[in-house]
């Protein structure tokens, strides 16, 4: 109990909070490390890079506005900040429909708009070959291409980048240093979770995962090893709740991934996913070597109380003893973690 306390002391004192002593435990036996990319590796604050139309920029992004401006997603919070810079308000439209890991429809004016990734759209309007091509690229750069079609007709695309948090690559090489594997799973299409994936280092990267098949994604890596599942978003919190342990990006984190997860790193910082596992694994250990200790020292003693060679004073120190260097040695514990 000393060395546990100590650790959960140890570990809010980085700005980690450990839930209960089984999380502290747990975080310490970690072998897979599965990062949602979109406010964890990137910053959750993309923004606007390209538009591609063959009409005038302002009419697209006047669509695009309109049909994004009832999503709550990070994306379409990039187009609004995109047109509010523009001076434009974005119109009101009827029917608005989310399609999760797909896309948005809606009515304007009586028109039909569709919005989202370039395998929904393509497969209900005709998107041209070279918007086609150019989608793809802009998907190996990193960016995010979101493609838009009003009455049937493709109207064009809108390019939307998150940039990568300065210190992921870092966390992530960390990480695979303690003899971890590190997997970014997302719904982003492949060619631009690949191009995300190589640029932080991950080993595995799973894409194009809908919300609700991110249960089915920790279930099978599972099946390798104890999996701890960071993430941050309201979409997060079934799948930290799967995971053997969940940790959840608390600054910027939603209600929902703080209150599902096991462990709560209060700034976002990635690095202190590897600080809290460093924690763990120190504050287990040390655990483990009290309670050997402990149960040996006592053994002795009773072997010796059978020959009838034990004193008092070592029936005392069985006791009193080994509790007070057992505190000592889980002091230890509040060694600085490098």
């Known amino acids: 109990p000393v060395a546990i306390m100590v650790g959960n002391g140890v ?27 979109t406010g964890t590796i990137t910053e959750g604050k993309p923004k606007v890079t390209d538009i591609v ?5 302002n009419e697209l992004l006047k669509l695009a506005l309109a049909l994004e401006s009832k999503s709550e997603h990070p994306l379409a919070k990039a187009i609004l900040e995109e ?4 001076g434009m308000e974005p119109d009101a439209v009827t029917d608005f ?6 896309g948005l429809r809606a009515k304007l004016e009586g028109k039909a708009l569709l919005g989202g990734s370039l395998q929904f759209i393509s497969g209900a309007v005709s998107v041209p070959a070279d918007m086609t091509a150019k989608a793809h690229a802009l998907a190996e ?33 960390d990480l695979q240093n303690m003899g971890i594997q590190v997997v970014m799973l997302t719904g982003d299409n492949e060619h631009t979770a690949k191009a995300i994936g190589a640029q932080a280092g991950v080993d595995q990267v799973i894409a194009g995962v809908l919300p609700d098949g991110k249960e089915a994604v ?50 976002d910082n990635p690095l202190k996913i590897a600080t809290a596992i ?41 006791d009193v003893g080994v509790t007070v260097l057992a505190v000592l040695n889980a002091m230890r514990a509040l060694r600085p973690v490098k």
């Open 11 to 37: 570990g809010a004192k980085n700005g980690i909070l450990f839930k209960t002593a089984v999380s502290l435990e747990q975080t310490g036996k970690t072998d897979i490390v599965v990062l949602d990319k």
């Open 53 to 57: 139309s063959d009409a005038q920029e």
């Open 83 to 86: 047109g509010t810079a523009r």
């Open 97 to 102: 429909e989310a399609l999760p890991g797909n």
């Open 141 to 173: 750069q990193g960016k995010t291409p979101l493609l838009f079609a009003c009455d049937g007709i493709f109207a064009g695309m809108i390019a939307v980048a998150d940039t990568m948090k300065a210190d992921s690559p870092r966390a992530i090489r």
């Open 218 to 267: 920790i279930r099978k890596l599972k099946a390798q090893g104890k999996v701890a599942m960071v993430g941050d978003g309201i979409n997060d919190a079934p799948v930290l709740a799967r995971a053997d342990v969940g940790i959840a990006m608390g600054g910027l984190g939603s209600d929902a991934a703080i209150e599902a997860a096991d462990v709560v790193i209060m700034d």
């Open 278 to 318: 460093r924690i763990a694994r120190r504050t287990v250990s040390i655990a483990l070597q009290n309670a050997w200790f402990a149960i040996g020292i006592k053994i002795l003693v009773l072997l010796l109380a059978l020959l009838g060679v034990a004193s008092m004073w070592m029936a005392v120190f069985a």
